[in-house]
């Protein structure tokens, strides 16, 4: 029997301009898988529905998911959540994005638990919210369409904007299924891969490099 979460969609983001990483985030192999084949498969443990949001389904192709392209030619990944909430088929969305390779389903399973009376809910770090692995319901909608229409970019801003409905999940709660955090890593830059990745990973990227 599957035990998906309740009135979800799973979403991963594969946007972004990769200025500071030479090869797609998204593909970059962490123990044996691409990072966006490691969080689909995990996406789809969690949730019935799941799919991709991206302007470039050429690449994603092969996989075994949906995909759907911004509705609003604004970069950023506001427009993508944007894209999210008009296309899935549930009441709220869970979202991550494709470079982050160690997202924890225990984590993403616990705060699904706190939706109850918020339209948001997103893991707070450092004293910052983690707006790309958060949950969204479908009535943050409209405002989210106000604030990218607005001008305005960083989810960041409209996490502090929507305050009073959204549920920040604690460090303290992170850690009881995260101990260290690692759901938030993602990776931006080679220093990144350097820094998270085993050696063995390392190794795969640097070669990948070389044959560019």
Same mark, same amino acid.
């Given at each position: 029997?599957?035990?998906?979460?309740?009135?979800?969609?799973?979403?991963?983001?594969?946007?972004?301009?990769?200025?500071?990483?030479?090869?797609?985030?998204?593909?970059?192999?962490?123990?044996?898988?691409?990072?966006?084949?490691?969080?689909?498969?995990?996406?789809?443990?969690?949730?019935? &529905?799941? #799919? %991709?949001?991206?302007?470039?389904?050429? @690449?994603?192709?092969? *996989?075994?998911?949906?995909?759907?392209?911004?509705? +609003?030619?604004?970069?950023?990944?506001?427009?993508?959540?944007?894209?999210?909430?008009?296309?899935?088929?549930?009441?709220?969305?869970?979202?991550?994005?494709?470079?982050?390779?160690?997202?924890?389903?225990?984590?993403?399973?616990?705060?699904?638990?706190?939706?109850?009376?918020?339209?948001?809910?997103?893991?707070?770090?450092?004293?910052?919210?983690?707006?790309?692995?958060?949950?969204?319901?479908?009535?943050?909608?409209?405002?989210? &369409?106000? #604030? %990218?229409?607005?001008?305005?970019?960083? @989810?960041?801003?409209? *996490?502090?904007?929507?305050?009073?409905?959204?549920? +920040?999940?604690?460090?303290?709660?992170?850690?009881?299924?995260?101990?260290?955090?690692?759901?938030?890593?993602?990776?931006?830059?080679?220093?990144?891969?350097?820094?998270?990745?085993?050696?063995?990973?390392?190794?795969?990227?640097?070669?990948?490099?070389?044959?560019?």
């Amino acid at each position: 029997m599957n035990n998906f979460i309740e009135n979800c969609t799973g979403v991963i983001l594969a946007g972004g301009e990769n200025k500071r990483m030479p090869v797609l985030k998204g593909f970059i192999e962490v123990e044996g898988k691409k990072i966006i084949e490691r969080n689909l498969k995990i996406m789809k443990q969690c949730f019935k &529905e799941t #799919f %991709i949001i991206t302007n470039q389904p050429e @690449l994603y192709s092969y *996989l075994d998911a949906p995909m759907f392209g911004d509705v +609003y030619d604004i970069r950023g990944p506001m427009t993508g959540v944007f894209t999210a909430l008009l296309n899935s088929s549930e009441r709220w969305i869970f979202v991550s994005a494709c470079d982050m390779p160690f997202i924890n389903p225990a984590l993403i399973r616990y705060m699904a638990t706190e939706r109850d009376n918020h339209d948001i809910v997103a893991p707070v770090r450092d004293n910052r919210p983690e707006p790309l692995f958060s949950f969204y319901s479908s009535r943050t909608t409209t405002s989210i &369409e106000r #604030f %990218i229409l607005s001008g305005k970019r960083a @989810l960041k801003d409209f *996490l502090l904007f929507y305050d009073k409905r959204v549920k +920040y999940v604690t460090t303290e709660e992170i850690r009881k299924r995260d101990l260290e955090s690692r759901s938030f890593i993602n990776l931006n830059t080679p220093d990144d891969v350097d820094q998270y990745l085993r050696p063995e990973d390392r190794l795969k990227f640097k070669e990948r490099l070389k044959r560019r």
